[in-house]
C-alpha cells in the first residue's frame, strides 16, 4: 500500500498564479486533511472533510478552496498565490473512530 | 476538540528516560489523547494514544491522570534519533477536527 500520497513534492509558483496540490489515499479512509507549515510553526489546519461529499474550514481557511472529488481524493487548490502561501503542505487521512493520522510526505510550494 | 499545552522544549540525555507532559485540562469523557512526533520536515508520525488506561507500545508509554486532565509520554531510552518535536492531541471518537499545537522540541543530547 502506497499510504497517503501527494503531488507535486516541490513547486514553485509567481505570485497570483494558481495551482493545485494532490493528494490521495488508499485504506479507505473516511477523513481527509490538509494542514500547512511555517518554517519552525506547528501544523495548522487548512481544511478539513470527515467524508466523502463534506468539507469544513479549519483554522487558516482564507486563500485556499478544497475538492473532496471521491473517497481517495482530497485536493487543495490555491487560485491565486501569494508569497505568504510559502509552506510546506501536508495531506493526512484517518478512519472514522479511534486510529492514528496518517500523513503524506508533504509538498513544498514557494511563491515568489 | 480539546486545547493542549506542552513545553515548547526540553533536553534529554541519551540513554535516559525521556518524560514529555501535555495538559488537556477540558478533555471530555469521549476524547482520546494521541501523540505524534515530526523529525524535521517529514509528515509526522503516530507514536501511541489512549483514553484513561495507560498505554505502551514498541515506541513509548503513556500515563494518564487519573482525572484525565493531563499525560506524560515517556521514550524508556532516549536515543539521538528521537530528536523530534513532539506534538499532544486529543481527539473525540468520532471527531474529525484536528488541531495541532505548537509541541515540545525534544533534544537529545550526547
Known amino acids: 500500500n502506497a499510504g497517503v500520497t501527494q503531488t507535486p513534492k516541490f513547486q514553485v509558483l509567481k505570485t497570483g498564479q494558481s495551482m493545485t496540490l494532490q493528494c490521495a489515499q488508499d485504506?479507505?479512509?473516511?477523513?481527509m486533511y490538509w494542514y500547512r507549515q511555517d518554517p519552525g510553526m506547528g501544523l495548522r489546519l487548512i481544511y478539513y472533510?470527515?467524508?466523502?461529499?463534506?468539507?469544513d474550514k479549519g483554522e487558516v481557511p482564507n486563500g485556499y478552496n478544497v475538492s473532496r472529488l471521491n473517497k481517495r481524493e482530497f485536493s487543495l487548490r490555491l487560485e491565486s498565490a501569494a508569497p505568504s502561501q510559502t509552506s510546506v503542505y501536508f495531506c493526512?487521512?484517518?478512519?472514522?473512530?479511534?486510529?492514528?493520522?496518517?500523513f503524506g510526505e508533504g509538498s513544498r510550494l514557494t511563491v515568489l | 476538540d480539546a486545547k493542549t499545552t506542552q513545553p515548547p522544549s526540553m533536553d534529554c540525555a541519551e540513554g535516559r528516560a525521556a518524560n514529555l507532559p501535555c495538559n488537556h485540562s477540558?478533555?471530555?469523557?469521549?476524547?482520546?489523547v494521541y501523540w505524534y512526533r515530526q523529525i524535521h520536515s517529514q509528515g509526522p508520525q503516530y507514536i501511541i494514544h489512549?483514553?484513561?488506561n495507560n498505554e505502551t507500545n514498541e515506541m513509548a508509554s503513556l500515563i494518564i491522570t487519573e482525572d484525565r486532565k493531563s499525560s506524560t509520554l515517556i521514550l524508556p531510552h532516549a536515543t539521538l534519533r528521537d530528536t523530534a518535536v513532539y506534538y499532544c492531541?486529543?481527539?473525540?471518537?468520532?471527531?474529525?477536527?484536528?488541531?495541532f499545537g505548537e509541541g515540545t522540541q525534544l533534544t537529545v543530547n550526547p
Open positions: 493526512a487521512s484517518t478512519k472514522q473512530g479511534p486510529g492514528e493520522l496518517f
Open positions: 485504506m479507505n479512509h473516511n477523513s
Open positions: 472533510s470527515a467524508s466523502e461529499g463534506t468539507t
Open positions: 477540558t478533555i471530555s469523557g469521549n476524547e482520546y
Open positions: 489512549g483514553l484513561k
Open positions: 492531541i486529543v481527539r473525540e471518537t468520532s471527531g474529525s477536527r484536528l488541531t
